[in-house]
């Protein structure tokens, strides 16, 4: 059985957050604004910022 990586690393978000003690199911698209968040208030300009997001 081939599993995407899509959905290995979405195993391995959900063990993360089980490490960590989070509760909140966490996403990949949760993920992308979370990092782009954190990297507005880090002073990166936003057309670097959508650069990383695809």
Request: hydrophobic residues 40%; charged residues 15%; positive net charge.
């Given at each position: 059985m081939?599993?995407?990586?899509?959905?290995?690393?979405?195993?391995?978000?959900?063990e993360?957050a089980?490490?960590?003690?989070?509760k909140?199911?966490?996403?990949?698209?949760c993920?992308?604004?979370?990092?782009?968040?954190?990297?507005?208030?880090?002073?990166?300009?936003?057309?670097?910022?959508l650069?990383?997001?695809?």
């Amino acid at each position: 059985m081939i599993i995407s990586w899509e959905n290995q690393f979405g195993c391995c978000l959900k063990e993360t957050a089980n490490l960590f003690g989070i509760k909140k199911k966490l996403t990949t698209h949760c993920l992308r604004h979370t990092f782009g968040t954190i990297m507005l208030t880090k002073g990166v300009s936003i057309e670097s910022v959508l650069l990383f997001s695809y």
